[in-house]
């Protein structure tokens, strides 16, 4: 059972994540500031509560630009305008930022963090083992398959299954299977990437059993151990799958990736590839679980099928799977926020913007664009069917990669939609029952449904 407060007590300050001793609208550079922020975490903890709410209120009390903060000197200023999307293309912001402070430690080496002649390389030599052709061509839906129906046979009768623990845990198998990770090793990669994301707090001290020394540790870890997997690989002279393939990856002027380049890239696939995916995964059954004549549509679409699809080509045959992938994230999606940081001071809607602010892109907000999405917040999966035109530059920006789109889009794809499949072959018709009522937002690390929420697929 869930406890649901009196709205006069859920409406208090503290409750929606927000400091009631802050409230003089200050500026900084001459824009607003969100009122409610604590010291040292700043907006945080209202962000983990409801991004999207304090989005909004931003901007029906503000306009499209206010500052939030992040942490200790960690300022973005918001664009909350349809039009922020265009700032990914523009050259008066970079992604240079990325490298800096506590997200440096999982950025810094990865395309993310470059920009221009930098990014375009390490995209070259990586784009063809993440494309559908590169895919197929290592048989990871295979590979995916096998662990998604295992995982989902488990769930058949349970009256009790925490689901985004469960969906973590599916999404980071898939994941270290496709790079050769040992079955007994898995556990402790868990506990090593919840570690690294401690880093992100940016907690200005380091000091043994700290978030940051934790973080650091991790990553460490990590890192020797992508290492050794991509030298073992390279002993074994391995012809197929995704690693050989990424060691066989050349840029545009021939060469290879260095070892650098693809430690900290495949550290930062590793974890967005498990953690985006889990977040997704949970909200498509969380919706279905509200919604018996979706459930009963993708049933029926996933029953007609003689087995899960296992390559790129066979998702076709799922136009309703995908429509509920597409909605869920639409409506969450996994990187519901990014930003890029000014080169250069520049104008904004007629307002200068100093070089050097961090400028924020609320993916979130644009998601739910009424202009775009008529009924902006309700699950409508079948507003995606039957559409004709291609998927628009937002609609592939969601796992996060901006105007780029993720790299690892192609196998998330792949990887629900094949999970969806398997939800309506294997659960009996009576579908996925919410155990303690629609689940509350939360959106650190990603934005994802409460760990807490349970799920009975017990007929």
Excluded at 340 to 356: M, N
Excluded at 363 to 383: A, G, K, N, V
Aim: charged share 25%; proline share 7%; hydrophobic share 40%.
């Amino acid at each position: 059972m869930s406890t649901v407060l009196p709205a006069s007590i859920a409406e208090l300050p503290l409750l929606q994540g927000r400091n009631p001793l802050a409230r003089r609208i200050e500026t900084r550079h001459g824009f607003p500031i969100l009122p409610g922020r604590f010291p040292v975490v700043g907006h945080m903890p209202a962000i983990a509560v409801d991004e999207l709410g304090l989005l909004r209120e931003g901007r029906r009390r503000f306009g499209s630009l206010f500052f939030w903060s992040h942490g200790v000197d960690a300022w973005q200023l918001v664009y909350a305008s349809n039009e922020s999307f265009s700032l990914f293309k523009s050259k008066a912001l970079d992604s240079s930022y990325l490298t800096e402070r506590g997200v440096g430690h999982l950025f810094g080496q990865t395309m993310m963090a470059h920009d221009g002649a930098s990014h375009r390389r390490l995209r070259t030599a990586m784009n063809g083992p993440f494309s559908p052709k590169g895919l197929d061509a290592a048989e990871v839906g295979a590979i995916i398959a096998t662990s998604v129906e295992r995982k989902v046979r488990s769930w058949v009768g349970r009256r009790d299954v925490p689901l985004l623990r469960e969906s973590r845990e599916l999404a980071l198998e898939v994941m270290f299977k496709i790079t050769g990770v040992e079955d007994d090793e898995l556990s402790e990669w868990r506990h090593n990437y919840e570690d690294l994301m401690l880093v992100v707090l940016n907690l200005p001290f380091d000091v043994p059993g700290s978030p940051r020394r934790r973080g650091l540790r991790a990553r460490a870890w990590l890192d020797a151990r992508i290492g050794r997997i991509l030298a073992d690989v390279r002993a074994r002279g391995e012809e197929k799958g995704l690693l050989p393939a990424l060691l066989e990856a050349r840029d545009e002027d021939g060469e290879p990736l260095s070892e650098q380049d693809l430690v900290g890239n495949l550290r930062l696939l590793l974890l967005a590839g498990h953690e985006t995916s889990a977040s997704t995964m949970a909200w498509c059954v969380a919706h279905l679980a509200e919604s018996p004549a979706i459930w009963r549509a993708l049933r029926e679409e996933a029953s007609s099928a003689a087995d899960l699809p296992r390559s790129p080509a066979d998702l076709r045959r799922f136009p309703f799977a995908e429509a509920v992938f597409r909605e869920a994230l639409r409506l969450h999606p996994p990187v519901a926020h990014d930003a890029r940081r000014a080169v250069a001071d520049f104008e904004l809607e007629g307002r200068t913007v100093p070089a050097g602010t961090i400028v924020g892109i609320p993916l979130i907000l644009l998601s739910r664009d009424p202009e775009l999405y008529p009924d902006p917040d309700s699950y409508r999966p079948e507003r995606w069917l039957g559409r004709k035109e291609a998927l628009s530059p937002l609609e592939i920006a969601q796992f996060g990669g901006g105007a780029h789109f993720c790299l690892g889009y192609h196998f998330a794809w792949m990887e629900i939609v094949q999970f969806l499949v398997a939800l309506g072959r294997l659960l009996p018709a009576s579908g996925p029952r919410l155990q303690n009522g629609f689940p509350a937002s939360r959106y650190l690390p990603v934005h994802r449904p409460a760990a807490g929420t349970r799920v009975r697929f017990d007929g």
